[in-house]
């Protein structure tokens, strides 16, 4: 897979780094539309950069480019709650970096309900990911017990 986003040296945390510049974000986010086929946002740069991004505990910069990708998505599809569980993924797996284990739980829980939703339809794949490949990215995430 091709590098989509030159990533910053750490991943951003809230509080803790130095926010980078969104602007590194727009080039990937560019000619998203809602005219767009789910098929053909699987393969933008924004939802591909978003899957590096997370790949490597960039979490909230995951969070950025799916966000764009989100907002384009046809309302209540599957594609959509699929986007929104990796979302509330990355942001699990931000708060959880940051020592917000409360928060980490209760989005890990958010995001758990979302992607439950996206595959409810009997769908094998969504956005060329399959269930397997949802399940490794939620392996990715640690959030800690209780």
């Known amino acids: 897979m091709t590098r989509l986003l030159a990533l910053p040296p750490r991943p951003y945390l809230p509080g803790q780094t130095e926010r980078p510049d969104e602007a590194i974000f727009e080039p990937l986010k560019e000619g998203l539309s809602p005219d767009m086929a789910p098929e053909a946002l ?80 009997g769908q094998d794949r969504l956005m060329e990911l399959d269930r397997a490949a949802v399940e490794e990215m939620r392996n990715h995430v640690r959030i800690p017990a209780r």
């Open 42 to 121: 699987a393969q933008s740069a924004a939802f591909v950069g978003g899957q590096q991004a997370f790949a490597q505990g960039y979490f909230w910069e995951a969070h950025e480019l799916w966000e764009a990708v989100w907002m384009v998505l046809p309302p209540a599809s599957a594609e959509r709650h699929l986007l929104r569980g990796l979302i509330q993924l990355a942001n699990g797996g931000l708060k959880a970096r940051m020592g917000r284990e409360n928060a980490a739980r209760r989005i890990a829980a958010l995001a758990e309900a979302a992607l439950r939703e996206a595959f409810l339809q």
